[in-house]
């Protein structure tokens, strides 16, 4: 009996000892992953924030040998390429991945799913090629709309796959009771189903919205660049990404210390939109029920 | 009494699989017409193709006759949406909608129809419904209030009040007291009990004692099979099949 009782408590040690070091190994990879995070923001901020100035947001870009000068041009470049390819991504993504979920099981279904699987996987300066091919070469220039086609190819599979994964987590049951009352099929989907995923459904539209204002890749040879302010959409186009590049490998301080301030701004442009989800939805990513 | 419902040789099948076959059986109106049976015997099947609801599953079929008010719901020029705004039905599982208030749950077979109705009007079918569900007394100071807020019982009687406001002829219950409590249940049986003035019930249900103390009429499943149909009395007093006998007795199922 006593002898049993000290195994007993000999084992309940051993499995406290054990609980600790699993616990600690946890918890030293979940630090490991965040240093980065940390480290790159705090780099940001220490190598952008002093070149940061009223200036940098109203100005455009300075001849080369005067200091000075802004990014206003590529700020708001980066916003018109990314709602343009909002217009034309949105749309579409939320269609395909509404059709995937609702008829699934089908052959054009499963076609989506692959499809936007292997869209997903396919590097960004390939999509940029693409585009360069379906939109430079026909309208023989570099333009803000290439730029945005090529961003929208990347925004699609992303948005049809949140879509479908949202609309699936949709009960089964919601879908009946609404058939059940006489509902069309069609405003079963879009007044039942599609709106108890809005939440998710939008979750996933900005964090597409915030993957494509980082790109540099596809827009080297669509948007291609811009020193001026573009008026026309059919003409090449600043953007932050892409002018942050430009900076960063030109030999001059002025501009490598802007393509700090720019690398800064971006990311909070960038970050500011995760937080919003994160504010909009209550912490929750999910859809609801 | 008048049969509002004739069923004739219905046959359904899931894929390959045949769930119900050659069912006949005459449903009548003003009544409620209990179907029981063991897990599996095709009573939900059975009730689903009342208002092809069945067909909904994919690769789902059915086969046969059923007759309402003499015309057959399955004739090929038959739009299954009419169907189903003459056929209400209520669920196993209570299933709000989650992103609409307790009123608009009410209204929400109106306004998904595209039935436009005033705001005095739609007030006045919330209330009627909600009245007629039992439920006016304990939400009517939180209609606005989400549907999902309500409790399990409260949830399950709006959705009676959701089916009610498309003002159906004949009400289908899929189980509709199995995630319940016994008091919300017996709020649901004496609700069923009241609306079989207005309407034609059928009810599906595990429960025999809900079975004997609610149904005018019950119907026994086994395999698929409609193995007796009669008064309700008779068939659990004085069952004519030994399968019948067996299973109110509780010696299998």
């Known amino acids: ?289 | 009494m008048a049969d509002k419902i004739k069923v004739d040789h219905l046959t359904a099948w899931f894929g390959p699989v045949r769930a119900i076959h050659d069912i006949g059986m005459n449903i009548q109106q003003n009544n409620i017409t209990a179907i029981i049976g063991p897990s599996g015997c095709g009573k939900s099947t059975f009730v689903r193709c009342l208002n092809r609801m069945h067909e909904v599953i994919p690769n789902a079929r059915a086969d046969g006759e059923v007759l309402l008010d003499g015309e057959d719901i399955y004739a090929p020029e038959v739009d299954p949406v009419q169907v189903r705004r003459r056929i209400g039905m209520v669920f196993q599982k209570p299933t709000p909608f989650p992103t609409m208030s307790v009123e608009d749950n009410v209204a929400a077979g109106l306004r998904l129809n595209g039935i436009n109705v005033g705001r005095a009007e739609k007030d006045q079918v919330v209330e009627r419904c909600l009245k007629q569900a039992a439920l006016w007394e304990e939400v009517k100071d939180r209609l606005r209030a989400p549907g999902g807020s309500l409790s399990g019982g409260q949830q399950q009687r709006l959705c009676v009040a959701r089916a009610l406001a498309v003002e159906p002829e004949v009400l289908l219950m899929d189980e509709p007291c199995s995630a319940l409590d016994p008091i919300s249940t017996a709020r649901i049986e004496e609700l069923l009990i009241e609306l079989k003035a207005d309407y034609t019930i059928v009810i599906v249900t595990h429960n025999m004692q809900q079975a004997a103390r609610t149904a005018d009429m019950t119907a026994f499943f086994y395999a698929g099979e409609l193995i007796e149909f009669g008064e309700t009395r008779q068939i659990f007093t004085n069952p004519s099949r030994r399968e019948t006998e067996d299973y109110i007795t509780g010696r299998f199922g």
Do not use: C
Request: hydrophobic fraction near 55%.
């Open chain 1, 1 to 289: 009996m006593a002898n049993e009782t000290l195994a007993l408590r000999r084992h309940y040690r051993y499995r406290k000892a054990k609980n600790l070091v699993m616990m600690s190994l946890t918890i030293f990879a979940t630090v490991i992953t965040l240093t980065p995070l940390f480290l790159v923001l705090g780099y940001l901020i220490f190598k952008g924030a002093a070149s940061i100035n009223l200036a940098f947001f109203t100005r455009l870009p300075a001849p080369v040998g005067e200091v000075g000068g802004g990014m206003a041009n590529a700020i708001v470049g980066t916003f018109e390429l990314v709602l343009l390819a909002g217009l034309m991504g949105v749309p579409i993504g939320v269609g395909a991945g509404i059709y995937a979920a609702e008829h699934r099981g089908t052959r054009l279904a499963d076609a989506i799913r692959f499809a936007a699987d292997v869209m997903m996987g396919v590097p960004s300066i390939v999509v940029g090629i693409f585009a360069y091919a379906v939109v430079v070469r026909p309208m023989a220039g570099f333009s803000a709309i290439a730029g945005a086609v090529a961003l929208a190819t990347i925004m699609i599979p992303l948005v049809t796959r949140t879509t479908e994964e949202m609309m699936l987590l949709v009960p089964h049951e919601l879908r009946e009771a609404s058939l059940a009352l006489g509902v069309p099929q069609w405003r079963t989907t879009l007044s039942v189903v599609a709106r108890t995923a809005m939440g998710g459904i939008a979750t996933g539209v900005i964090l597409a919205t915030a993957r494509i204002a980082g790109e540099t890749a596809p827009l080297l040879f669509t948007a291609f660049g811009n020193h001026y302010w573009s008026t026309s959409l059919k003409g090449p186009v600043a953007s932050l990404p892409v002018q942050i590049y430009t900076y960063a490998i030109s030999p001059f301080a002025d501009w490598q210390r802007q393509a700090w301030a720019g690398a800064l701004v971006l990311t909070a442009i960038v970050l500011a939109l995760e937080l919003g989800v994160r504010a909009v939805t209550g912490g929750q990513t999910r859809a609801p029920r």
